[in-house]
């Protein structure tokens, strides 16, 4: 069990577009889920923490504004790209845990592509 | 500013050898130590993960060597193959759940 999956796994759109990023958790219930951010040959870099039913948490640096996170329900958290730009290009990952358990599952991960 | 440290940065080892990754860290309010792997264009797969009250943890052919005294932990892979090729990352965490990440690892294995 705890398969995560993330849809799309790979977006090209024009410079201003809004992006949507869908993150699921399958086979579990996830109180919390996460966002990451992969620059190529790079670590994963955490944006924001998102907690069912609340406001999510970002990192210093990451505007809130630009990176809208949602997590409506226990299985489900979006992340959307506002006015996306090419620097939002990079590749975006999620990941989820169970109440009260330490391991975080991660989806494939969405490839970001702004022209 | 990373607050793991891990190295060496990439690896060649022959099928069969081991490979030996290690991390540091700084914060000791840092309670549980997972490694990830990760092939090109997909996500991280939890392999193994560690508390401070152990000091070695073994799954299959993964270990995990844990030093709570010199803040630091490693992953050995016993009997590298070729499908052990991917890079690799040590992570840590403290009651907040957020993850810390190393830089990485790409571990090559020569058939």
């Known amino acids: 069990g705890a398969v995560v999956s993330q849809h799309p796994s790979r977006v090209i759109c024009k410079s201003g577009t809004s992006v949507k990023i869908e993150c699921r958790s399958l086979?579990?219930?996830?109180?919390?889920m996460f966002w990451y951010r992969q620059f190529p040959k790079q670590s994963l870099m955490l944006m924001a923490t998102?907690?069912?039913?609340?406001?999510?948490?970002?990192e210093q640096g990451v505007e809130k504004d630009k990176f809208l996170i949602n997590h409506a329900s226990l299985t489900l958290s979006t992340l959307t790209v506002t006015s996306a730009h090419p620097e939002d290009s990079s590749f975006y990952i999620c990941?989820?845990?169970?109440?009260?358990?330490?391991?975080?599952?991660f989806g494939d991960g969405t490839r970001l592509s702004i022209l | 500013q990373q607050q793991v440290k891990q190295s060496p940065q990439s690896l060649i080892v022959q099928k069969g050898g081991i490979s030996i990754i290690n991390c540091a860290y700084e914060n000791t309010a840092f309670d549980y130590f997972p490694w990830y792997q990760q092939f090109p264009g997909k996500g991280p797969a939890l392999l193994i993960a560690?508390?401070?009250?152990?000091s070695e943890k073994k799954e299959g052919r993964f270990t995990i060597s844990f030093n709570k005294s010199a803040k630091q932990f490693s992953l050995h892979i016993m009997d590298s193959q070729p499908g052990d090729s991917a890079t690799y990352f040590c992570?840590?965490?403290?009651?907040?759940?957020?993850?810390?990440f190393g830089a990485g690892t790409t571990v090559t294995v020569r058939a």
């Open positions: 992570a840590a965490s403290s009651n907040d759940y957020k993850l810390s």
């Open positions: 086979d579990f219930q996830a109180t919390t």
């Open positions: 998102s907690n069912e039913g609340s406001k999510a948490t970002y």
């Open positions: 560690i508390r401070p009250d152990v």
């Open positions: 990941s989820a845990k169970r109440q009260g358990a330490r391991p975080q599952h």
